[in-house]
């Protein structure tokens, strides 16, 4: 018998009854019930229940569980009564459906299903970054189709300004998250709350950056390997391949390498250029293309006025889950110097769900012969006033010699009076301190990162 049309759509359709098992028996797959559970899952549905945006749209870094999280959505619905068949999945890194009219993939994927059509359906598109300029395919097949709700899931941030879609981040894993899940929390808090092991939580903190941004490494049975260096093979030499469309993805991924090593350190176009033997435009087209897969985080600069610089021409770079590092160099112990960097590095992580995350900068300036630096400033939306400034001291050196040490942000602060109190993020210190008439907080970056996420998960601070 010839292979003709009829054949193949036969095939595709058994290909969607395979991906939505809940049509034959009104449940997800049993490793989907047993996976655990992301703090973000029910702001996410919440969003999706929404009529904001003509679709959502779930953007993340590879590997951090937007999948899973997906179908612990679908999960929900199905407990929320939403009939199993009203609820279709469609994986869009199937090249066949790649290739094919996303409207038309949408309207034989509901068919497949016999959806009803008096009731809302909802159609998740996985991988939605594989068909060509999606975000304008999405956008109208959202618009034609008013009984539907879609929600696309993409690895890229879309690329079109004012794109009318609701967007939710997927970070890494919180620190919250991480104890929370692996049931840490309770052995280093008493029973109001109170940290009562700041040296506990700062050895689940090195596990934390060493893995813990991956669900796979993090969340393993104790019985099985757990290895960072396999998320980084996938993100790096199949994810990447797979998002890039870039010539020499042996370059990027060589580049890659570096800023991992580098992650929290100052750079320049001008000193990877040299160093990589590659031209500026080039690596700026990989930078971008790094940024917006979410694998790493450019922080610009504001001079001492907390003005942006007309020419940017340094910046931070820092990977959006500490993690990463230790797939490329293994664990890096409590007390050596790279844990300095992974802990900023840390820092930034937390903030990536929030809308915070784009208005992150670091503060360089001069005076006399001295380079003057802050290690983060937050900005508002409007406005020229920071929100607050963060001082990073994992070595705890700055209590002994306050004024000495924090110079430099005590300058900052009289010169842009932030709008929140400023803090330094140490090791172990914790505490207030007057510094030159301006009272300081000084508080372990382990239980900040926890108190971050802790809002998230409870909806309350720590």
């Not at 999280?69 to 068949?85: C, E, P, T, Y």
């Not at 757990?226 to 580049?255: T, Y």
């Not at 800023?259 to 080039?282: F, H, P």
């Not at 001082?391 to 000495?404: F, R, S, V």
């Amino acid at each position: 018998m010839a292979w003709g049309m009829d054949v193949l759509q036969e095939e595709l359709k058994q290909r969607l009854i395979l991906d939505n098992p809940w049509w034959a028996d009104g449940k997800p797959a049993s490793e989907i019930r047993k996976a655990a559970r992301r703090a973000f899952v029910r702001p996410f549905l919440g969003m999706l229940k929404a009529k904001s945006g003509a679709a959502v749209v779930l953007c993340g870094p590879g590997r951090v569980g937007k999948t899973v999280m997906i179908k612990q959505v679908i999960q929900l619905l199905l407990g929320d009564g939403v009939a199993a068949r009203n609820l279709v999945y469609i994986r869009l890194d199937n090249p066949a459906f790649a290739n094919m009219d996303l409207g038309r993939l949408v309207d034989d994927a509901l068919a497949t299903a016999q959806a009803a059509g008096d009731a809302r359906a909802y159609v998740f598109l996985d991988d939605v970054h594989n068909v060509p300029d999606w975000e304008h395919q999405l956008e109208a097949v959202a618009k034609a189709r008013a009984h539907c709700r879609l929600c696309a899931v993409s690895g890229l941030t879309p690329q079109y300004d004012d794109a009318p879609f609701a967007v939710s981040i997927l970070p890494p894993i919180l620190f919250a998250e991480y104890l929370h899940i692996l049931r840490i929390r309770e052995k280093l808090f008493d029973a109001d709350g109170r940290l009562a092991d700041l040296d506990g939580l700062n050895r689940a903190f090195n596990d934390y950056v060493n893995g813990g941004g991956f669900p796979e490494v993090a969340f393993k049975p104790k019985d099985a390997a757990a290895n960072p260096s396999d998320v980084v093979a996938r993100v790096v030499h199949r994810d990447l391949a797979g998002l890039c469309g870039i010539a020499d993805q042996r370059e990027v991924a060589k580049l890659m390498t570096r800023l991992a090593l580098e992650t929290g350190l100052e750079t320049s176009i001008e000193t990877l250029s040299r160093d990589m033997k590659v031209a500026k435009n080039t690596l700026r087209k990989y930078l971008e293309f790094l940024e917006s897969a979410y694998l790493i985080k450019r922080i610009w600069r504001v001079d001492g006025e907390s003005k942006r610089f007309q020419r940017q021409t340094r910046f931070k770079v820092y990977l959006t889950s500490p993690a990463l590092r230790a797939g490329f160099t293994g664990p890096s112990p409590l007390d050596s110097r790279a844990m300095a960097l992974l802990a900023e590095t840390a820092v930034i992580s937390q903030f990536m769900h929030s809308g915070a995350f784009q208005r992150l900068f670091y503060a360089f300036w001069k005076k006399g012969r001295k380079n003057k630096h802050l290690s983060l400033v937050e900005m508002p939306p409007r406005g020229d006033t920071p929100v607050k400034c963060i001082e990073l001291d994992w070595g705890d050196k700055t209590i002994a010699k306050p004024a000495e040490m924090l110079e430099d942000m005590v300058e900052f602060i009289e010169a842009n009076k932030p709008a929140t109190a400023s803090k330094v993020l140490t090791r172990s210190t914790a505490g207030k301190r007057a510094v030159n008439g301006h009272e300081i907080g000084f508080m372990p970056v382990s239980v900040w990162c926890f108190a971050v996420g802790q809002v998230l998960l409870t909806g309350q601070p720590a």
